[in-house]
């Protein structure tokens, strides 16, 4: 029996989100079957270019989803989407992102439907009784486990970067099915969205997608333009600790922990964090840890993998002007 | 009004927490303590309350702290009573041992609908994660089971008693939000803006004392195939402490560690 597997597309209008290409990677690694599902505001799905770069990544097909009479960025709206996608397209497997609203979306369809839930995995394998089986980190990066899930509908949010995104060997554009066009659960319609304000862009790539991200702590004492330039050089995201927000030098969205954003880039440089566990929690996933830190006895060092006692108002500049100096001779040359 | 706060009994994090062999986290140490961010929802319920006394002739308001959990999770309940909650209720069965969050949502929703049942309950609050699993699906899983509306990840709430109406802020990965739903709802909280009061040591003598009400299974009418390890749609199938990060470099810089930290990033592909 052939096995689908469905892609939540996270997307800001035309845009596809960097970690779609990842999930549509890893689904085809899982069955032959793979299909993105594109959720918005009308009923037309994505355009030519987008269409393009999901086939690129391996899905066979992209369903449009419009629900109407609710905002279509309310976990009860999104949720009642993808039930009327799993109504016309039976599947086995749903991937989507790590975010808070990933989760919740996961939480709420798998109530629905009778499924399993497993957040941030970094692998998802298939056992011999044809069961999902998610890995990952857990009590703050000291511990894994594999769990398998057991309900009707397996539903996995994957942290970013766990899987690296390669393109099929023949790409076509994703084929466009009929649009799913349903109207929004009475809970959906429930909530009513008086405000939204949506977040300034930043040049910088956002911090749960970044492939390298540079976190600031108390150590900064406040200054946080030599992480920037920095982030700037390794072409990363700022981050920081919750010390740090809370003092204000730093939007609180920047927040890098257990209730702050789960980061999992491939590499982390933390510049006077002390590596408490709550911090520790949103970042385990990290590839590679660096840390700048004062004081040797800091618990940073007992998980990074490159650490550095000393002053970070010497070592961050000296490294910024390094990688600068080093990517200028390599230009010249 | 009447609030309803999910807590839960979590080991410490600062402690050395570990697996069981059969896949459970280890649980009843003496270290394990409310879970710091349930002491925040609580918080938050207390202070919606506090912004509407009641009128002459109206029922008091009632707080009320819910957990699921073995006998030493009474030690959360507890705590919540010595911060101000008014009613403690534990629901305590040897057959919630292996529930996953969503089974565990189940029984939390069955316990939130057995007290709606007795006296409406207004607004469910709960913290944004437990700081053991960190998954956050309970309280939007508790919604879906409830078909209640779900405010999530809330920095600001308020109820309009009149209008039976809440209102919240949030903040999401890309937007700040203004969210309204007509009561009854489920609510979660951050970690931003409910900073937990500190209970008095008069409360803390007065919640030794208070009455914690217990069910089980069958005073919420479940059927113990849907809770437990077995109505949990997930299995842990392998738990394994991690090694440590192999070779690990620590060198205490003397001017120098700036460029070799560049070699190193470089010959990790980073520069
Ligand atoms: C419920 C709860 C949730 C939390 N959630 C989070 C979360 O999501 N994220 C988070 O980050 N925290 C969180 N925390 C807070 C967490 O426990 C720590 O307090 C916090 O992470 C510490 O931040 P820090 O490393 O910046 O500060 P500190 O722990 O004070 O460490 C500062 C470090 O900087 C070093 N330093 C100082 N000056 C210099 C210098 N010039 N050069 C080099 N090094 C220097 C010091 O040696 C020290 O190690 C949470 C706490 C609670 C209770």
């Known amino acids: ?333 | 009004m009447r609030v309803v706060v999910c807590v839960k009994h979590v080991p410490d994090i600062q402690s050395e927490r570990r697996f069981r062999a059969d896949g459970l986290l280890e649980r009843g140490g003496d270290d394990d303590t409310l879970n710091e961010l349930d002491e925040d929802a609580l918080e938050a319920g207390l202070r919606l309350v506090e912004a509407h006394p009641p009128a002459e002739g109206d029922d008091p308001h009632d707080v009320v702290v819910l957990t699921v959990g073995p006998a030493a999770a009474v030690d959360a309940l507890r705590r919540g009573l010595a911060m101000g909650a008014t009613t403690a209720v534990h629901v305590l069965d040897a057959g919630v041992e292996g529930s996953d969050a969503l089974a565990t949502a189940r029984v939390l929703g069955a316990a939130v609908a057995a007290l709606h049942a007795e006296s409406p309950v207004d607004v469910v609050v709960a913290g944004m994660a437990g700081l053991d699993g960190l998954t956050s699906l309970v309280p939007a899983a508790l919604a879906a089971v409830l078909d209640w509306p779900q405010l999530t990840l809330a920095d600001r709430i308020d109820v309009d008693p009149a209008a039976r109406t809440v209102e919240v802020r949030r903040e999401t990965s890309t937007a700040v939000e203004t969210l309204t739903a007509p009561l009854p709802v489920v609510v979660s909280v951050t970690d931003q803006a409910f900073r937990a009061r500190f209970p008095a040591f008069t409360g803390i003598l007065a919640a030794r004392k208070a009455p914690v009400r217990v069910l089980d299974l069958a005073a919420l009418g479940l059927d113990p195939a849907t809770v437990g390890l077995q109505g949990s749609t997930t299995r842990v199938l392998e738990t394994s402490e991690r090694p440590e990060r192999p070779d690990r470099v620590l060198v205490t810089d003397d001017g120098s560690a700036a460029l070799a930290l560049a070699d190193y990033l470089a010959q990790k592909g980073f520069a």
């Not at chain 1, 920095?230 to 927040?255: F, K, N, S």
């Open chain 1, 1 to 333: 029996m052939s096995t689908t597997v469905l892609v939540l597309v996270d997307h800001e209008g035309a845009r596809v989100h960097p970690t779609a290409t990842e999930l549509l990677t890893l689904a085809r690694s899982l069955a032959d079957d793979v299909r993105a599902v594109w959720i918005d505001e009308g009923p037309t799905g994505p355009d030519a270019a987008a269409r393009e770069l999901l086939g690129r990544f391996g899905a066979s097909g992209v369903v449009p989803v419009q629900v109407t009479g609710a905002d279509p960025h309310l976990t009860a709206t999104v949720v009642d989407g993808l039930r009327a996608v799993l109504g016309a397209v039976p599947a086995s497997l749903l991937l989507l992102g790590s975010t808070f609203e990933d989760r919740e979306v996961a939480a709420r369809l798998a109530v629905l439907t009778g499924g399993g839930v497993v957040t941030g995995a970094t692998t998802v394998v298939r056992d011999g009784d044809g069961r999902f089986v998610a890995g990952k980190e857990v009590l703050a990066g000291s511990w894994s486990s594999r769990c398998a899930i057991t309900g009707d509908l397996a539903v996995v949010t994957v942290k970013p970067h766990s899987t690296q995104a390669v393109p099929v060997d023949a790409p076509v554009a994703a084929v466009a099915a009929e649009p799913v066009v349903v109207e929004a659960s009475a809970a959906a319609r429930a909530v009513t969205v008086v405000e939204r304000a949506p977040r300034p862009a930043s040049d910088r790539p956002s911090l749960a997608d970044a492939e390298v991200v540079v976190v600031g702590g108390r150590g900064t004492n406040g200054d946080f333009a030599p992480l920037e330039e920095l982030a700037d050089v390794l072409g990363g995201a700022v981050g920081a600790t919750r010390v740090a927000t809370d003092e204000g030098w730093i939007g609180h969205e920047a927040q890098v922990g257990q209730t702050g954003v789960t980061i999992s880039p491939r590499l982390y440089v933390g510049a006077g964090v002390s590596g408490a566990v709550h911090h520790r929690g949103g970042m385990d996933a990290a590839v590679t840890v660096v840390a700048v830190n004062e004081d040797p006895d800091a618990p940073i060092f007992e998980f990074a993998d490159y650490g550095i006692v000393g002053d970070l108002t010497e070592v961050v500049p000296a490294l910024t002007q390094e990688l600068r100096r080093r990517r200028e001779a390599r230009a010249g040359s």
